[in-house]
């Protein structure tokens, strides 16, 4: 792993604010340093993007111990329900609402287990998948019996305006220049077309709420983005920053959500200790904060709907 000391990922400001160390999980708890000791998690002065700084850069062996099988746990039926069905149909029939045409060539960039694929299958797009994890690919091919494109992502990997919606649900803050692969799918999407970005919202309630205890106990940590602990996070996301990424590609933003993140619904099978009771009250105060947030906005998840203008 090499880090590198880097400007603003959207912006290329170099006034950056400490927001605090990054915690680690098993795989980056027992590394050799390497460098992981000075990164900090910063947020931009100019234009709020928040990211690693230094920005680590994992190399291929590691790269497959953190996005490997376990990466995904085993999730409720009724979050498996809402991910892989009424989410995307929801963020499908937005999109539509905002073209003049039928949707008709959709791309799904950073796929992972193909959790929106089978629906977009189902609405008759003709479907094009992508992820650079050959574990993801081979659980989408024995699933939904469509072929991803493990290929990393350049100017020459589809055809330029080519897509009517281009779906990307939690990729951007794994990559480590977001505008700059922004304005490489960007180049495939046709004029008038839909980008759909789900991020998550790093100025949620619930971040917000874990910062001033961190603070209170005196510990250096954030909240923000996990680029040490899954899911691994690069970079984080605002209504700010966004905003700001789609004016410099040029994208009309029609809207930029935060109610819609449903976290306040179990998603993951607990077992051992957190199957206990204890456990479960935490689990259901949680939850509440969590409803809560979506109500007035400030929920933990960020959507996108942008347009690539008409020529």
Not at 157 to 173: A, C, K, P, T
Not at 229 to 237: D, Q, S
Request: charged share 25%; net charge positive.
């Amino acid at each position: 792993m090499q880090i590198n000391k880097i400007t603003c990922p959207l912006c290329k400001a170099n006034n950056r604010a400490c927001l605090g160390i990054p915690r680690r999980d098993a795989i980056f708890g027992t590394m050799p340093d390497e460098g992981l000791a000075e990164i900090r998690v910063v947020e931009c002065r100019a234009c709020g993007c928040i990211y690693a700084y230094p920005m680590p850069d994992f190399n291929k062996a590691l790269f497959d111990r953190m996005y490997s099988e376990g990466f995904f746990p085993q999730i409720t039926k009724r979050w498996r329900t809402i991910r892989n069905e009424l989410n995307p149909r929801r963020r499908f029939a937005a999109a539509q609402h905002q073209m003049t045409r039928p949707i008709k060539r959709y791309l799904d960039v950073g796929c992972g287990e193909g959790q929106a694929l089978e629906q977009a299958k189902k609405a008759g797009y003709e479907v094009y998948a992508q992820d650079i994890s050959a574990l993801f690919a081979r659980t989408v091919k024995k699933n939904t019996g469509i072929t991803v494109d493990t290929r990393e992502i350049s100017k020459g990997s589809y055809q330029s305006d080519f897509f009517d919606l281009i779906y990307m649900d939690s990729v951007l803050e794994h990559v480590q220049n977001p505008r700059e692969f922004l304005e490489t799918i960007t180049g495939f999407l046709a004029p008038g077309g839909v980008l759909y970005l789900i991020v998550p919202n790093e100025k949620s309630l619930m971040n917000h709420l874990k910062n001033t205890a961190y603070r209170l106990t005196g510990k250096p940590h954030t909240a923000m983005i996990s680029p040490f602990k899954k899911p691994y996070h690069l970079v984080g996301f605002s209504r700010k920053s966004m905003r700001f990424l789609a004016h410099a590609l040029s994208l009309r933003v029609v809207s930029l959500t935060c109610d819609k993140s449903y976290l306040h619904i179990d998603q993951v099978v607990y077992s051992g200790f957190k199957a206990k009771l204890p456990y479960r009250l935490l689990r259901k105060i949680a939850g509440l904060v969590y409803l809560f947030s979506d109500v007035v906005g400030m929920g933990s998840n960020l959507e996108a709907i942008l347009i690539k203008p008409q020529v």
